[in-house]
């Protein structure tokens, strides 16, 4: 199975992830192996980017929501942003050079409990923009760099669909070139 590695959204050290079937004896259908280490685990998948995975006797629902290279993983209460890292050039594309995201979307389906960010805010990386609540769980929703909040698209309250847009972003940059032509 190919390996790929991850590296957190914010900075840091790149991991080495692979996923591997097992036989399906002793009740295992994968093995995770995590910078050489490898785990038994049981991996159900229930739709696309969600499922159940049991980890040395404990079970962790999960919703991964992928965009390009970057993933939000929600497990065991998180939400990691993980980035791909390629060690080989990758073909240019039509998106090269592109900005970031510019939104912020929801890890996993739930209800938005509070919304921090309004439309023409400033944010530093890190800061709250939405909390939510699934499965008994909240989360807050942040981002790993600063920027500015273009327009809020969601609603205290509201029921969300994994990956729906809750935030529209701009960067810094384009906020600034806005302000100084406004």
Same mark, same amino acid.
Not at 84 to 95: K, L, Y
Not at 114 to 127: C, I, S
Not at 139 to 166: M, Q, Y
């Given at each position: 199975?190919?390996?790929?590695?991850?590296?957190?959204?914010?900075?840091?050290?790149?991991?080495?992830?692979?996923?591997?079937?097992?036989?399906?004896?002793?009740?295992?259908?994968?093995?995770?192996?995590?910078?050489?280490?490898?785990?038994?685990?049981?991996?159900?998948?229930?739709? #696309?980017?969600?499922?159940?995975?049991?980890?040395?006797?404990?079970?962790?629902?999960?919703?991964?929501?992928?965009?390009?290279?970057?993933?939000?993983?929600?497990?065991?209460?998180?939400?990691?942003?993980?980035?791909?890292?390629?060690? #080989?050039?990758?073909?240019?594309?039509?998106?090269?050079?592109?900005?970031?995201?510019?939104?912020?979307?929801?890890?996993?389906?739930?209800?938005?409990?509070?919304?921090?960010? #309004?439309?023409?805010?400033?944010?530093?990386?890190?800061?709250?923009?939405?909390?939510?609540?699934?499965?008994?769980?909240?989360? #807050?929703?942040?981002?790993?760099?600063?920027?500015?909040?273009?327009?809020?698209?969601?609603?205290?309250?509201?029921?969300?669909?994994?990956?729906?847009?809750?935030?529209?972003?701009?960067?810094?940059?384009?906020?600034?070139?806005?302000?100084?032509?406004?």
């Amino acid at each position: 199975m190919a390996t790929i590695k991850l590296r957190p959204a914010a900075g840091g050290d790149a991991t080495s992830v692979s996923l591997e079937r097992a036989d399906q004896k002793h009740g295992v259908s994968h093995y995770a192996v995590i910078d050489g280490k490898r785990q038994p685990v049981e991996l159900e998948l229930l739709g #696309t980017g969600e499922g159940w995975l049991r980890v040395g006797g404990r079970v962790q629902p999960f919703f991964c929501h992928r965009e390009g290279d970057q993933l939000q993983l929600w497990l065991a209460g998180r939400v990691h942003a993980v980035e791909i890292v390629h060690d #080989t050039p990758q073909r240019a594309s039509a998106e090269a050079g592109a900005p970031r995201s510019e939104v912020l979307t929801a890890p996993m389906p739930g209800a938005v409990l509070r919304v921090l960010a #309004t439309a023409g805010k400033r944010f530093k990386a890190h800061e709250p923009l939405v909390i939510m609540e699934s499965m008994k769980m909240e989360l #807050t929703l942040s981002l790993p760099h600063a920027g500015r909040v273009r327009k809020v698209a969601c609603e205290v309250g509201e029921l969300v669909e994994l990956g729906a847009v809750l935030v529209e972003l701009e960067e810094e940059a384009a906020a600034l070139a806005a302000a100084a032509h406004a």
